[in-house]
C-alpha cells in the first residue's frame, strides 16, 4: 500500500533552513530528467481560462460553455475567474493555512499521520511502496464531507484557532461551487444537470465525498531546484479539483502533447481539473491531466487542493445518457466503487494508473 511518513525533526530542519547538502531521500535528479521538457519562460501560451460570471450571463454563457468544454476536452485544466467564492472564506482559508504550515513542528505533528487513522493527517503526500525516495513537500490531508466522515482529531484546534472554521466555511463554498461548474459541464456533455450532479451529490445536497489536501512546498534554493520532487507525475483519481494557490509563486505544470506546461496564477482564480472519475463519467469526452509541482528556488508555496468524489449507484461508470442509443459504446468498464478505491490505491503504491485497467479500447 502506498504510505505517508510522517515529518521529522530532521526533514522540518530542512525545510526551514537553506543547507549546502540535502539528504539522499529528497535527491531525484534522475526523475527530474526523465520527465521531460518544460515550457519555457519566453513561450507564449495560455492555460485556458474560463470565467463563471460569462457562464452566468444569459448573453455569453452559450460561448463560454463551450469554452469550458474544450477546456475539459483538450487539457483537463483550466483557470476559473469570477468563480464567486466568498472573498472572506478565500482570505481566512488562505490564512489559517499558511499559519498552520508556519507552527512549529511539534504543533503540525499533533495532527501527524497515524496507523489508525488510515490517509488522513500531516505528513508527507503518498510514497510508493518500492520508493525510499521523499517530496519535498508536506501535506495535511482530510475528509471534509460527508460531515460524519470528519475526523477531528485530526483537525487543528489551535495552530491556529481559525482553521476549524476556515476549513468549514471553504468545504460548503466549494461545493456550492462544484454544483455550479457542474451544471454547466452537463450542457456542454448533452446530458441533464441532475445526472451529472447526481453523481457527486446526494438528494440533501450534500457532497458524497469532499476531501481536502493542504500543501506547503518550501524553497529548495537554487542549488537543489533541479534535484527535488514537490509533488511527482500524477493524474487524481476522484471527480474534479479545485485549488486555491495562496499566493502567485509558480509550481504546478500540466502535461500536454508530450511537454510541461508550467501554470501561472491568474490573481483570484482557481484552479480546476478533471479526474479519473470524471473522465470515466463522460465517456472519454473530458481527460484527466498528469500534473506535476515543481518547488520554487527562493519562495515557498502554499496550495489548498479539495478534491470531490463521484460515483452512481455504488458503481464508477460512464453515464448512462451518454450510452443511450446511438453509436456510443462504454470506453470504461463499470466497477464498484469499493473495488475502484482498493484500485487506485493498490496502482498508485506501485506508480501505476488504475484507470487504465478500466479502458474497454
Ligand atoms: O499543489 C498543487 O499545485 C497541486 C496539488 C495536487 O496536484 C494534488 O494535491 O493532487
Ligand atoms: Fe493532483
Not at 48 to 60: C, F, N, Q, T
Not at 96 to 122: H, T, Y
Not at 218 to 238: F, N, Q, Y
Request: glycine fraction near 10%.
Amino acid at each position: 500500500m502506498a504510505g505517508r511518513n510522517k515529518i521529522t525533526d530532521a526533514t522540518a530542519a530542512l525545510f526551514t533552513d537553506s543547507v549546502d547538502r540535502i539528504p539522499e531521500t529528497f535527491i531525484r535528479t534522475d526523475e527530474v530528467q526523465a520527465a521531460g521538457a518544460v515550457v519555457g519562460e519566453d513561450e507564449t501560451f495560455e492555460l485556458p481560462v474560463v470565467d463563471m460570471a460569462s457562464l452566468l450571463d444569459p448573453k455569453l454563457s452559450a460561448s463560454e460553455t463551450a469554452k469550458l468544454g474544450s477546456a475539459c476536452r483538450e487539457w483537463g485544466f483550466f483557470q476559473l475567474t469570477n468563480h464567486g467564492v466568498d472573498e472572506e472564506a478565500m482570505q481566512q482559508i488562505k490564512d489559517s493555512v499558511v499559519e498552520f504550515f508556519r507552527s512549529p513542528l511539534e504543533a503540525k505533528n499533533a495532527v501527524a499521520v497515524r496507523g489508525d487513522a488510515g490517509i488522513q493527517g500531516f505528513g508527507h503526500q503518498f510514497s510508493p511502496a518500492s520508493s525510499d525516495k521523499l517530496d519535498w513537500a508536506e501535506c495535511l490531508l482530510l475528509f471534509t464531507q460527508p460531515v460524519q466522515d470528519r475526523n477531528m482529531d485530526l483537525w487543528p484546534a489551535t495552530s491556529p484557532p481559525t482553521f476549524r472554521h476556515a476549513l468549514e466555511r471553504y468545504s460548503v463554498e466549494i461545493g456550492d461551487l462544484t454544483r455550479r461548474l457542474l451544471g454547466f459541464m452537463a450542457a456542454d456533455l448533452g446530458v441533464s444537470p441532475a445526472a451529472l450532479l447526481g453523481a457527486f451529490f446526494v438528494g440533501d445536497g450534500a457532497a458524497k465525498g469532499q476531501s481536502v489536501s493542504m500543501h506547503h512546498y518550501p524553497a529548495c534554493g537554487r542549488r537543489h531546484r533541479d534535484k527535488v520532487v514537490g509533488i511527482p507525475p500524477h493524474t487524481d483519481t476522484l471527480g474534479l479539483t479545485l485549488l486555491l494557490q495562496a499566493d502567485d509563486t509558480p509550481g504546478l505544470q500540466v502535461r500536454r502533447a508530450g511537454r510541461w506546461f508550467p501554470v501561472r496564477p491568474l490573481p483570484g482564480a482557481l484552479v480546476v481539473n478533471v479526474g479519473d472519475v470524471m473522465e470515466v463519467l463522460s465517456n472519454g469526452a473530458y481527460g484527466s491531466a498528469l500534473h506535476r509541482v515543481v518547488p520554487h528556488a527562493e519562495r515557498g508555496r502554499t496550495t489548498v487542493a479539495m478534491f470531490h468524489d463521484a460515483y452512481v449507484d455504488g458503481v464508477v461508470a460512464p453515464l448512462p445518457e451518454l450510452l443511450r442509443g446511438g453509436e456510443a459504446t462504454a470506453r470504461y468498464r463499470a466497477v464498484g466503487k469499493v473495488e475502484y478505491d482498493a484500485g487506485s490505491a493498490e496502482t498508485l503504491a506501485a506508480g501505476g494508473r488504475f484507470l487504465d485497467s478500466l479502458k474497454t479500447m
